[in-house]
C-alpha cells in the first residue's frame, strides 16, 4: 500500500516545492468547498445556534483523522491541529450559514428538524 507521504517528490529548489504545493492546491482547495457545502446542509438540518458546536461530533473526527495520518506517513498530532482549526472555520461558517438561511426565509426557527449532528 503506498502512502501519501511517499508520494512527496524530492525537491532541490523552492520553485519546486512550491510547484508541489499549488498542485496540492489545485486538489484541496474544490474539497474544502465541497465541505462547505455539508456545512450549509448542516446549518439547514439542525436549524439552531446551540446545535452547530458539537463536542463529541469534533472527537469522533479527531480520534477518526490521527490514525488515518499515522498510517499516510503523517504526523498525527500536526493533523489533529490542521482539523481542529479548519472544524472552528467551519463551525464559524455554519453559523453565517444558518443566519443567511433564516434571513433568506428557507430555515424557519419553528423549524422540528432534530439534533443531527
Do not use: F, W
Amino acid at each position: 500500500m503506498s502512502r501519501a507521504i511517499d508520494n512527496v517528490k524530492q525537491c532541490q529548489s523552492m520553485a519546486e516545492v512550491r510547484a508541489g504545493v499549488n498542485a496540492l492546491d489545485d486538489i484541496l482547495v474544490p474539497l474544502l468547498v465541497e465541505r462547505s457545502g455539508y456545512m450549509t446542509q448542516a446549518a439547514r438540518v439542525k436549524n439552531d445556534e446551540g446545535l452547530v458546536r458539537d463536542e463529541a461530533r469534533i472527537q469522533a473526527i479527531v480520534d477518526r483523522v490521527r490514525p488515518m495520518a499515522e498510517a499516510q506517513g503523517g504526523n498525527p498530532d500536526l493533523m489533529e491541529r490542521l482539523y481542529r482549526a479548519m472544524m472552528e472555520c467551519y463551525i464559524d461558517y455554519e453559523h453565517q450559514e444558518l443566519a443567511r438561511l433564516r434571513a433568506a426565509g428557507l430555515a424557519p426557527k419553528d423549524d422540528s428538524a432534530g439534533s443531527a449532528a
